[in-house]
């Protein structure tokens, strides 16, 4: 679909030696009168500086750097492009514009000129603005048919297939994990030296988007059998145009080619826009809506970094144009603008087009320590939501207590709060033997086991819990008693009986009219949703819990909950990737938190904070969140929380792009939830491992925590298995 905004379009004809342009807001495209000025130009001039682009950017070295004094010759060279081709009106208007797009409409004869490099004193043009260019033709075109994408987007991805660019290879590997582990609605072929040209033409219009990470030729005596190398022959410009006769193409084409596979040197010819040309007007008459292509040799890491950012702002709903911008700023950020790959792309098509909405079709969180956190963070609510029904019995029951039993368990209390788990549970303990109707002990003791790691006699405590409670027929507290069971129970992947409690709680407190303890089995139960990736009930849901909860917003316990209902409120819109309506619904929460003056939730605030600014790529801000919040669970002596944390810092590290650290802390992470009764925390620290294994070229050490985190779903009933399964499918047929 076409992003909504006032971009702009600058149209440039040619009429013999001078172009006529005119320069407007796309919205006013369909205006009767539209104004344009003149200016003359020189065809020698121009050609000139063309060849002084081109011989500035043939003097990068084997790493694509330009030096300094090189960097400075592109910007002359490119601001005299500026001054010859432009009248006074559109440079005032470029250089004054506040909008972020700009679509050059071009004649044929012009798109030899690098617009793309234009520069105005400040900025390169494609620097400025998300820009993407549409060409005017002298050619007879049929009417253009472009693919109309289904509910589930499909993707090829053709990576070395010549098996002889190893980066290649690991660049269609990286593309394919951002695209399985972010977008569960799409499908995506990975094919390497299998990829042999009459795969091509059977298979090629099956596809939304194609990647191609490879060689190209051009061939200067036929232009039409220049095109992709396979491993049996080129997939050239004829066979794309035959292609196109019957069926349209590929939405978006991305051609990360090198520029020739048999070039003895790695210089750009004079006519190199042309030949990238050819490729795309091809592929663009042939029904391809959007194509993106290099027009020199690409060097391989900048190009897989480039590729990367490019893929993680699609992925995120951005505009097409916008993503190829973002990628070029990327790299100038990571390398200096001397790293020029930033300007071997061209995007022929609309700019604003976008190909993935993330509003309308839910995400996964962003990665397995993603769906870690949320856990973590309701093991502390539960405990936090534990202390004020205690409070609540306690005012109610406290006449009928020994002094001596209440003062025990007050003690208790505080070493658990300073993290003395130990004390804390030793205390409690004593206090059951002397009095086991003292109900209160069994769900704080049942707390401590859950920091410890130790769920099943958490899980006993809590049985023991609802038997006491069902004797003194305290309804409130057997409700309690059910959800807390439920809890566990999820935890260990056990959600048949998960769910069967949280509907049993939930049946009881309307029977009792126990609103809190019905707003917390709502909230649980649709936390329960989210595993199961039902994001539309888990919304619903957490809708009803609040509503309860605001009502009764003057109790304790009630604005506690209600603080949690916004906070899982923002984890839904944040793993629909609507981060605005997310920080909205944290920063309610967090203000509740805050009035309520709950150190505890302290943690859980700083990794929100850090998930957000990793979304983001703000990689410092969450590193240091994340650090924060990691003290605090330290100094609490939670062993579950930790192995969240380190995996989460694992996961943050590999985004970085620090694979030691994040192997580092994947391991710390994996140690910590073997030691415990923690499955799905092991499972997920050993997926995580797998797939940076994956990225490091460790097919063997993938498999292991692969296979290890696959035994463990197939226990499970969450949509983890299958994706599993298909990554091995990949790791098992690589090409």
């Not at 690991?170 to 030296?193: A, P, T, V, Y």
């Not at 658990?416 to 130990?422: A, C, T």
């Not at 650290?661 to 995580?688: F, H, N």
Request: hydrophobic content about 40%; proline content about 2%.
């Amino acid at each position: 679909m076409l992003k909504d905004n006032d971009s702009l379009v600058l149209e440039i004809a040619k009429e013999d030696t001078a172009l006529k342009m005119s320069i407007f807001q796309q919205k006013d495209l369909a205006l009767t009168i539209r104004h344009y000025s003149r200016l003359s130009f020189s065809h020698q001039e121009i050609n000139k500086l063309c060849e002084e682009i081109t011989a500035v950017l043939n003097k990068a070295d084997k790493r694509g750097i330009l030096d300094s004094e090189s960097v400075v010759s592109l910007k002359k060279s490119g601001q005299l492009l500026w001054d010859h081709l432009l009248t006074k009106a559109i440079k005032d208007k470029l250089k004054s514009s506040v909008d972020s797009s700009l679509s050059i409409l071009l004649d044929e004869e012009l798109i030899n000129i690098p617009w793309e490099l234009l520069y105005d004193g400040n900025e390169f043009l494609c620097l400025k603005f998300n820009l993407g260019r549409l060409v005017r033709t002298r050619e007879q075109v049929s009417p253009t048919q472009y693919r109309s994408s289904g509910s589930r987007l499909k993707m090829l991805i053709l990576a070395n297939p010549t098996d002889d660019l190893k980066s290649a290879y690991q660049e269609g590997l990286q593309i394919r994990n951002q695209f399985e582990r972010k977008r569960k609605e799409m499908s995506i072929d990975f094919k390497g030296m299998r990829a042999d040209t009459i795969y091509i033409k059977k298979n090629l219009r099956d596809y939304d988007i194609v990647h191609f990470a490879g060689h190209c030729e051009y061939d200067t005596v036929n232009m039409s059998k220049s095109g992709w190398v396979l491993n049996d022959g080129r997939f050239t410009i004829e066979d794309i145009f035959a292609l196109g006769e019957t069926l349209p193409l590929p939405g978006l084409i991305f051609s990360n080619a090198c520029y020739s596979a048999k070039a003895t040197d790695n210089f750009m010819d004079i006519d190199y826009q042309t030949k990238a040309y050819s490729l795309a007007s091809a592929f663009l008459f042939s029904g391809v809506r959007h194509y993106i292509g290099t027009i020199r040799r690409i060097e391989d890491l900048l190009s897989e970094s480039f590729a990367k950012e490019f893929y993680a702002r699609l992925l995120s709903g951005s505009a097409v144009g916008e993503c190829l911008r973002q990628a070029r700023l990327k790299l100038i950020k990571e390398h200096g603008l001397g790293a020029i790959s930033w300007a071997s792309y061209l995007l022929y098509g609309d700019t604003n087009f976008i190909m993935l909405q993330p509003l309308h079709k839910p995400l996964k969180l962003k990665s397995a320590a993603a769906k870690a956190a949320y856990k973590k963070i309701y093991l502390r609510s539960l405990f936090a939501l534990s202390v004020f029904a205690l409070g609540i019995w306690l005012y109610r029951w406290l006449p009928t207590i020994n002094p001596s039993t209440h003062f025990l368990f007050r003690q208790s209390e505080r070493f658990l709060q300073n993290g003395d788990n130990l004390k804390a549970a030793s205390v409690l303990e004593n206090i059951i033997k002397k009095d086991h109707n003292f109900l209160a002990a069994y769900p704080l003791l049942a707390e401590i086991c859950q920091r410890q790691g130790r769920r099943q006699e958490a899980l006993k405590y809590y049985f023991d819990y609802a038997m006491m409670s069902e004797k003194k027929v305290d309804k409130k507290s057997l409700a309690s008693a059910y959800i807390n069971i439920g809890w566990v129970y999820q935890l260990t992947g056990e959600y048949p009986k998960a769910n069967e409690f949280y509907h049993k709680a939930i049946s009881l407190a309307k029977e009792n009219k126990d609103m809190l303890n019905q707003a917390v089995a709502l909230r649980k139960l649709a936390v329960w949703n989210i595993d199961k990736d039902n994001l539309d009930a888990s919304l619903e849901l957490l809708t009803k819990s609040a509503e309860i909860n605001r009502s009764r917003e003057r109790f304790p316990g009630h604005r506690y909950n209600l603080a949690c209902d916004y906070f899982d409120i923002g984890l839904v819109f944040a793993n629909r990737e609507d981060f605005p309506a997310a920080r909205e619904f944290y920063r309610k929460s967090q203000d509740i938190f805050e009035r309520l003056k709950l150190k505890d939730e302290l943690s859980d605030c700083y990794f929100n904070r850090g998930e957000m600014f990793l979304f983001e790529k703000e990689y410092l801000k969450a590193l240091a969140c994340y650090q924060k919040g990691l003290e605090i669970d330290k100094l609490q002596g939670n062993h579950p929380s930790l192995a969240s944390d380190y995996q989460m810092l694992g996961e943050l590290y590999s985004e970085m792009g620090n694979i030691l650290e994040a192997e580092k802390y994947l391991r710390q992470s994996i140690v910590i939830a073997a030691q415990i009764e923690a499955p799905l925390e092991l499972a997920s620290a050993s997926y995580s491992l797998g797939l940076l294994y994956q990225q490091k070229g460790y097919p063997n050490k993938a498999r292991e925590y692969l296979r290890q985190a696959q035994e463990i779903y197939s226990r499970v009933d969450t949509p983890d298995y299958k994706k599993i399964k298909q990554i091995f499918l990949g790791l098992n047929n690589p090409a």
